[in-house]
Structures are given as C-alpha cells and as structure tokens.
T-cell receptor
Framework: DTGVSQDPRHKITKRGQNVTFRCDPISEHNRLYWYRQTLGQGPEFLTYFQNEAQLEKSRLLSDRFSAERPKGSFSTLEIQRTEQGDSAMYLC??????????????FGPGTRLTVT | AQSVAQPEDQVNVAEGNPLTVKCTYSVSGNPYLFWYVQYPNRGLQFLLKYITGDNLVKGSYGFEAEFNKSQTSFHLKKPSALVSDSALYFCAVRDIRNQAGTALIFGKGTTLSVSS
C-alpha cells in the first residue's frame, strides 16, 4: 500500500507525559500536513511542511506542540506535557505541489490520542 | 473569515434514491472546494474537487458536486444511493488568494445513512 501511514494508531498517556507521533507520506509528495480532529468536528489545520521547511502554523499549535520533517520525508509531531484537552485524532496528510496544481490532500488513518 | 457550513448533521435516504449533502462556503476570493468521506476507523478519502471550469464535477464512487458561485454552495450528489455510501462526509475549502498556504478548512461533517 502506498498511501499515507501513521504510527501509532492509538496512544493512551497520562497527563503531563510527552508523546510523539510519526507520519510517512506518499513517497513522491513534497507537502505534508498535520490536522487535529475532535469528536463531532471536522479536521482543524495544525501545521504544514513543504519538503523539510515548516511554512505555516496554526494558532492551535501551542508551544507544547512541535513538528519536524528533517529530511523532507517522514514527519513527527510531539506534544509535551500533555493535557486532557489534547485528546483527539491527529491526522496527517500529504499532497504533491506541481505546476499543474494538484491540490487534493491524501490523509492517513490517524493517531487517536487519549490523555487520562 | 473563511468558513464552511454543512447545515445538516445527518441525511437519511433509502437505497436507490438520489442523495444530496449540502455545503456552503465563505471565502474572500475564489475557492478551491473539496469533498472527503470518512468511514469508521479509517482516514478521510478524497472524493472530488472543484478548482475551475465546469460547475458540475464528477468524482469517485459515482458522486458528483455542483459549484454555484452565486449561492456560494457546493452540494454533493449521487443519482442512486447505496447502503455502502453510509459514512461521514466533509466539505472543505481553500482560499486561493493564499497561494503559499494550503490548509483546508473543513465543515463539521454530515452523516449519511442509507437504508435498504
């Protein structure tokens, strides 16, 4: 399968702990996005990379959140000192930016975080 | 501010009947519009997009959507519903004024239930 993959699929952690999620995009895609989805809501944008450069961050991305894409391939999203309000599904998506403008984003299955 | 509204939390339709899932948007410039579908425990799947050109766009699984600029709407349609179409549907918009930013703004989602 050559789609977007995310690991782990589920994570349960205690409040105050740090967690890290990984996303592997579709191999030829140069753009990678992180979204957060809570129950009954649509995904909300967190941050976006073009290759290894983080080009855009949402106000939702507090200073406890950090994302990296060190070699322009996979990405990690770390949440430090987790809070119960961080409980959500974290979605990764990728897309290919080209002169023809393929703007659709392809999503991974998500990582469901539960903070107890 | 950019936004997407899906006025119906749930749409119920009998198998074989036509279905419509409504979406209206608000952007300052010209929109890029998307529909995604989410099945339980799976990521969002891209259905179709409107970028420019014909107002009626066709997508995966027999779905189509009609872009109406005067009504700022992008309703999802299918001539004959299948039980397997039952899922959560999201409309999303990107404001093309912001060429560098590619974040999608999602609606809250509409649950489609097709009965046999």
């Amino acid at each position: 399968d050559t789609g977007v993959s995310q690991d782990p699929r589920h994570k349960i952690t205690k409040r105050g702990q740090n967690v890290t999620f990984r996303c592997d995009p579709i191999s030829e895609h140069n753009r990678l996005y992180w979204y957060r989805q809570t129950l009954g809501q649509g995904p909300e944008f967190l941050t976006y990379f073009q290759n290894e450069a983080q080009l855009e961050k949402s106000r939702l991305l507090s200073d406890r959140f950090s994302a990296e894409r060190p070699k322009g391939s996979f990405s990690t999203l770390e949440i430090q000192r987790t809070e119960q309000g961080d409980s959500a599904m974290y979605l990764c998506a990728s897309s290919l930016a080209s002169l023809t403008g393929n703007y659709e984003q392809y999503f991974g299955p998500g990582t469901r975080l539960t903070v107890t | 501010a950019q936004s997407v509204a899906q006025p119906e939390d749930q749409v119920n339709v009998a198998e074989g009947n036509p279905l419509t899932v409504k979406c209206t948007y608000s952007v300052s410039g010209n929109p890029y519009l998307f529909w995604y579908v989410q099945y339980p425990n799976r990521g969002l799947q891209f259905l179709l997009k409107y970028i420019t050109g014909d107002n009626l766009v066709k997508g995966s699984y027999g779905f189509e959507a009609e872009f109406n600029k005067s009504q700022t709407s992008f309703h999802l349609k299918k001539p004959s519903a299948l039980v397997s179409d039952s899922a959560l549907y999201f409309c999303a918009v990107r404001d093309i004024r912001n060429q560098a930013g590619t974040a999608l703004i999602f609606g809250k989602g509409t649950t489609l239930s097709v009965s046999s």
